[in-house]
């Protein structure tokens, strides 16, 4: 089944240490988007990729970076994770042809930090 | 500029009995409108969704919403509550730029359901 997936489940980082977490997509869209959801909270989007053109919000730390190296993967990168930086990341994709499109959610990576 | 304003934190029905899931929007456009379930640490799943085409949308597993431009509202319904849709479930109003949809996300609503 098409479907976005994404590694780990469950991340546990120190305070500060760098931490990568991964999402890959078997739809073929074109947008991929990070969302921070803490707990009992909507989803707060972080930035998106409209195939390799990257849109931040303008809210969004700098302690937060992303990568796209292909349309399949898009990498959320926190530099140096702060207690406040403990939540849910959900992954979402969409096709971005335009008119009223989808986005498709992962199942969320949990990240704790200690 | 789009919002949305769901109406109850927290529902609480009996299993076998409606359930009523309140929202409204506002939005410059003709909206797109959205409603997700979240299950305890899951990801969002789409119950609905609203294109301006037919104003009542019918979902997964027995949900459905009247869009009323009228009143703004997006209510989700569904006639009988099961104990799996015990979840959290946002309303969303979306905003199509470029090609890039971005999402306004209510502050969502916990179902409850009492056996």
């Known amino acids: 089944d098409a479907m976005v997936i994404q590694n780990p489940r469950y991340q546990v980082t120190q305070f500060g240490k760098p931490v990568t977490l991964s999402c890959s997509q078997t739809l073929n869209h074109n947008v991929m988007y990070w969302y921070q959801q803490k707990s009992s909270q909507a989803p707060k989007l972080l930035f998106h990729y409209y195939d390799k053109d990257f849109n931040n919000e303008a809210d969004t730390p700098d302690n937060f970076q992303s990568r796209r190296p292909n349309t399949s993967f898009c990498f959320l990168d926190i530099r140096s994770p702060g207690l406040g930086d403990a939540a849910m990341y959900l992954c979402?994709?969409?096709?971005?042809?335009?008119?009223?499109?989808?986005?498709?959610f992962g199942p969320g990576t949990r990240l704790t930090v200690l | 500029a789009q919002s949305v304003t769901q109406l109850d934190s927290h529902v609480s029905v009996s299993e076998g009995t409606p359930v009523l899931l309140r929202c409204n929007y506002s939005s410059s456009y003709s909206p797109s409108l959205f409603w997700y379930v979240q299950h305890p640490n899951k990801g969002l799943q789409l119950l609905l969704k609203?294109?301006?085409?037919?104003?009542l949308v019918k979902g997964i597993n027995g949900f459905e919403a009247e869009f009323k431009k009228s009143e703004t509202s997006f209510h989700l319904t569904k006639p009988s509550a099961h104990m799996s849709d015990a979840a959290e479930y946002f309303c969303v109003v979306s905003l199509n730029l470029f090609g890039n949809e971005k999402l306004t996300f209510g502050t969502g609503t916990r179902l409850t359901i009492i056996p």
């Open positions: 609203y294109t301006s085409a037919a104003t």
């Open positions: 979402a994709t969409s096709g971005g042809g335009g008119g009223t499109d989808t986005q498709y």
